[in-house]
Each structure stands twice: as C-alpha cells, then as structure tokens.
C-alpha cells in the first residue's frame, strides 16, 4: 500500500500513527540478528518502515534483500530509499524493478552523499546529476505505481534569507515533479521545525510532511549525530545531559523525556501531522522507550491485520487463509508454497497448486547453532527431561524449539499449566491454541482484524506421543462426538475419525460490514507435508548431540517411534474439554506402569 494512502486513512480515522527507519549492516550475521529485530519491532505497531541506501550504494543488493524480506516475510509495508550516487541508470532501474516485484510500492529520492573517500559529489557516466532528476525518471518509467518520497531540512530555516528561499524553491520543483510526501531530516529544536513547516506551506507544497524523530541513545552518539548533520541543539538539550554524559542508560532516559516532550508539541501545534517517523539506528530499546513515554500503544489492527503476518508481495498480498501447522514457521511456509499459482482466498483448496515444495528444494535447518542448541536444551537422556524442556517451553521459561523460534505466543498463557501438564504425561507439543468464543477485535491476547469487530477459535492442539499412550487417548477421543483428529507417523501413515475431505477452520473473525473471514485451518494434504518437516525437525535437534551418546539415542527413538497428531476439539464454547481426553489417558498410562511398590515407574518414553 502507497504510504501516502496510508497517511490520508489514517487522517480520516482521527488516528496517531508511527513508522521506523532502519540501514543495511555490514555482515551477513549483522543482517539476521536485524531481521529478528525488525520482526519483533513490528509488534510496537509501526505502519511502515524504511530502508536506507549506503552513501555510495555500496549496500544497494542488501538494501533490496531487505527490502525483499520486510514485504514478504516480515508482512511490513516497506519504503526504500535510492540514491543518485555510484548509480548509472541501469543499476537504477534494476533497485526499481526489484522493488515492484517485492511489492514495494515507496521510494524516497535521494541525490545522495559524496562516495567514501571523497569530498565532493559526483554523477557517475550515465548516471543522476539532482534528487529531481530521479524522481523524474521514476515517474516517467513506472507512472503512479511508487509514492516517492524526498527529504525535507528543517535545518535550512536558519540558513541566510536568500539561500534559504533558494533551497525552498528546489523543494518546491522536486514536489511539482511528482513527489507524495516529505520526509525531514532528524531535528530537536521544535521552533525551528515549526517555523519550516509553515514556510513550506506558505510556498504552496501541501503533500505530507513527516517528522524524523531521532531518540537519544548515548552522548557521544548524540554529539557526532548531531554533527554530521550540522544539527542545532537547544542549550537546554545539552544543560539536562552533559552532567551524565558517562552514563548511558542516564543519558537515554533524559534524553527520551526531552525527545517525547517535542514530540507532544510537533503533535499539538495545528499543523496537521498526525504521524512520527523515528529513526532507530537499528537500536530497538531506545524507539521503544520513547513511544511507551508517549503512551503510543500498538493498534492490534496494525499488528494482527489477520491471525498470521500477511505477506506483501504483489502475489500473496490477497491471501488470507493457511494451515495451521505452520503457525510458528511462517517462512518455511512461505518458501515452500512459493511457487504456488494462486493463493487462498476466501476458501482454502479451490485454486491452488497441487502439491508443497519438496523439502530437499527448501532444506530444514535449526536457527540454533550446536554451541547455542546445548546452552539452550542441555544434554537430556530421559524422556522425562525431554518432557520438561517442552513444558518449561509452554510455561515462558524456555525461550525456543526446534518447532518455535520464538517464545510461546501470549495466547499460549491462558492454557500453559495445561500444556505442562500434557507434556509431562507423555504428550510433547509442538502447537496449539486456546478456545475463544467471541474476543473483541481489538483484545490484546487474542485479537486480530478491524476494529468493532469479534473473533473465534476452536481449541487445537499438535503433539508428538508413542504408540501405546496414542491408542489410550484415541479411545478417550472417540467417545466425544466434538472431537476431530489426524494421525500420522513417520512413514506417512494416516489415519483420521473426520468425514469431511475439506478443511476445518479453527479461526474465524465477524467484523462490521465484512464477510466472516475464515483464516486458519485444519487440512489433510497440508497437515501430510507438514509431517515430514515436523519429524526432520526433531532429527536436526538429534543430531546437535554427538553420534553415539545417550541423547542422541534417545531423540532418534522419540522420533522414530512416535506419531504426530493433531486434536480440534469443535466446540468453541468450552475452553477446557479438549484437555480431558489426554488426562485420562495419561492417568491409565501412568497407573499401568506403577512398580509393584505403589511407587510410580520411572519415567520413560511412553511407547
């Protein structure tokens, strides 16, 4: 979506809003560790985000993998800067291509920076002489596809009258061109920005204008930000923070309280920006502390559009129904349907293609490296050590499996003693969600979609568990007719009590003026080529320990010798009834395997 549009909706719903900048960094290690961020940063809420181009474009490719990976696995609406500097024509044109098929539809113009090394700038041969020269082109190639965006000064304000005005008429030129909105460069003295944005108005640009908001991390990086960008600092700036320039976490919660306060008066002085751009440095506990100072609180509209991330790429952007299983795997799924002609919508299985990429084209790894992996999950060689890494998992205390790379969803609270318990009575899970039975839009532990509206769930649960406890639990499981299963073991074996050859949806949300929307289901074909992910994911975890010792021995069993299943308990209405079955059958595993002492055996694995 244009960012533009973006701004003018949230206009007309009277709504606050806020978006993030981050750079390319320079390692390939550097590049993961700010994509997990990224993705955690999406629950503050913001309603876009940007990527800058290295002065130079020596990062242009991993400016474009960014670019790439934010609109399509992140699901966040990405804005992409390009330079003029070190790019000939073609190299632009290719930035630009990439984009649109990424789903990109924002590109902030830039002329750019002097290349490293050299005082002065330069066009390369066939290149950009002027930030409006790009802009231009853009326009003139791709039409009204990009919102472009260029940089505003507020510092220009205090530049002398004439080469003030002089700066004021080539903004003026590059917004005729065909410019939608104006991003400003960091500022902190407010006046100043108030002052240019009424002469801005007052020269006839009225597109957006969109505050940069750098938050105050350390002194020092305060001091040479500020330089770079021959910044003006208010006295009172450097009065509240020069005596704690040696303490960091002093100087950032100073410095957030002065950022926060500007940023209440840029909000109320009737200028008709409802919105922040705050500049990260790819730093996520500075931005954060600054909106929590500002009371601005994630709209769950923003962050759950649907239950799962929608992806933002031109193909996938209207697809609003997937399995399941994959809850906490997005991207493998995302991987492994990627080559799908069509995607769901409204109705899963009615075009799609036939089959799920073969995971030797897509390959199963663990984010953990071994040395990671062992600090992690230890060295466990009985199956009751096993069993409490899962249940240590599901009560918050364990922060990843091999099935989650992230910590167990807030929704997972409301059952975590339940899920304990399963797992220490033999039953490992590795997915599951709570009933829900009409949760406001807008709740934050289980909303999702529009606001105004109301959300359901059926209660699912996903787990690995041995032979002998599967035939206790499946007798349990049959005698209650709300109670929908597949079972499936390694080899492929399948064996179900549903009737029905089409999904089951397990999440649905009612909202004004919509149809009900369906987005997460239960289906067989998917649930088989998730199987062989889900047991390849537990040999990987095997294979952490060395060949030969007890615990790789003993995964290797679990995994051999289980089966995977998955329970929907159909009756939203009652929150614990699918718990019964796996009690009960727990209790009679537990009590045909007490030692003739009354004592309980020994916990093994439950075969």
Sequence with gaps: MRISKKIEQSNKEGKLWWSFEYFPPRTAQGLQNLLDRIKRMTALGPEFIDITWNAGGRTSDLTAHMVKTCQGSVGVETCMHLTCTNMPKEKVDIALQEAKKAGCRNVLALRGDPPQGKDEWEAVEGGFVHGIDLVKHIHNEYGDYFDIAVAGFPQFQLLPPAERDLEMKYLKEKVDAGVNFIFTQMFYDVDVFIDWVNAVRAAGITIPIVPGIAPIQTWNGFLKATSLANTKIPQFFLDALEPYKNDDEKVREIGTKLVADMCRKILAAGLGIPGLHFYTMNLEKGTKMLLEELNLTPRVETIKP????????????????????????????????????????????????????????????????????LKLWGEPKTFAEVASLFSRFCLGSLKALPWSNQAASSETSAIALQLAKMNELGFLTINSQPAVNGARSDDPQFGWGPSNGYVYQKAYLEFFVGPQLLELLIAHLERDSNMTYYVINKQGDLRTNTHSDGPNAVTWGVFPGKEIVQPTVVEALSFMAWKDEAYELGVKWANVYEAGTPSRKLMMEIFESSCLVNVVHNDFKDSQAIFEPFFKAGAEYTAQHINGNGSAAPKALPN
Excluded: C, V
Excluded at 314 to 322: D, T
């Design 306 to 373: 649907l239950p799962w991330r929608q992806s933002l790429t031109p193909n996938r952007r209207q697809e609003n129904i997937r399995p399941i299983f994959w809850a906490n795997r997005a991207d493998s799924y995302l991987s492994r349907t990627e080559n799908w002609d069509e995607f769901p919508n409204g109705r899963f299985g009615d075009s799609r293609s036939p089959a799920y990429g073969e995971l030797d084209g897509y390959g199963i790894w663990l984010k953990q490296t071994k040395e990671e992996a």
